[in-house]
């Protein structure tokens, strides 16, 4: 089967566009990619500081809980100084 020029130069245009656009999609797939693993690291690296926060909130709270439980008995002790003062001058 034989072309006519215009129909083998129409193949050619088509061809190159074809390579065009292959091109095209090559390079929007090596970009999704590049993406995709910063996503990666991105989420990775979030985790990681979120278990890091986690560990932080847990060990503060034990912090705060002694030293609530220090206020209370000092507030114990204090009292019954008081106390014991108020007896001594009356």
Known sequence: MEF???????NADQESWLER??????R????A??????LRHMAFHYMARNTVCK?????LKAKLKK????QKEHD??????EASLAQLSS
Do not use: G, M, P, W
């Open 4 to 10: 006519t020029s215009l129909e083998q130069e129409i």
């Open 21 to 26: 656009a292959n091109i095209h999609l090559e």
């Open 28 to 31: 929007l797939l090596e970009k």
């Open 33 to 38: 990619n590049k993406e995709k693993d910063l």
């Open 55 to 59: 560990v932080r909130i847990t060990s």
């Open 67 to 70: 030293a609530s439980e220090r």
């Open 76 to 81: 114990r002790l204090q009292i019954l100084v």
